[in-house]
């Protein structure tokens, strides 16, 4: 396995778009589906802004990052259930006391992802 290969490969590193996309399409020759979720509005303190990107393989394995800890646990969770039903949907998230008791710090601020699935032979695909 290159370098290139193995870095590409570490769950929950941030990688640029061009990186999750040739990863993901890799995957998908494969024989894998996928669900890619991207942070597409935040408001307030949040891990990641616009544009953060993690894709989730039906695996359960994952690649890039939307944030770490809980919040990231509820987008991998929503990320299954979108792989199991091919709906594409916006989730809203409120990184509120929850999250902060949960992970011992505090963002407070919000974040919509969009979460859609994502395979070769996708015949139901919504986006």
């Not at 991207?38 to 953060?52: D, E, L, W």
Request: one cysteine or more; aromatic letters at 6%; proline letters at 2%.
């Amino acid at each position: 396995m290159s370098d290139t290969e193995q870095d590409t490969n570490s769950p929950g590193r941030s990688l640029s778009a061009g990186e999750i996309y040739i990863e993901m399409k890799r995957r998908l020759e494969r024989g894998a589906r996928a669900a890619m979720a991207t942070v597409v509005k935040t408001r307030g303190s949040t891990p990641q802004q616009a544009g953060a990107k993690m894709v989730i393989f039906d695996d359960g394995s994952f690649i890039g990052t939307v944030g770490g800890g809980c919040v990231e646990a509820d987008i991998w969770a929503e990320a299954r259930e979108v792989l199991r039903t091919g709906k594409t949907d916006v989730y809203h998230f409120n990184l509120n006391d929850e999250y902060a008791d949960a992970e011992g710090m505090v963002c407070g601020g919000q974040m919509d992802v969009l979460i859609e699935r994502w395979a070769l032979d996708d015949e139901t695909d919504t986006r």
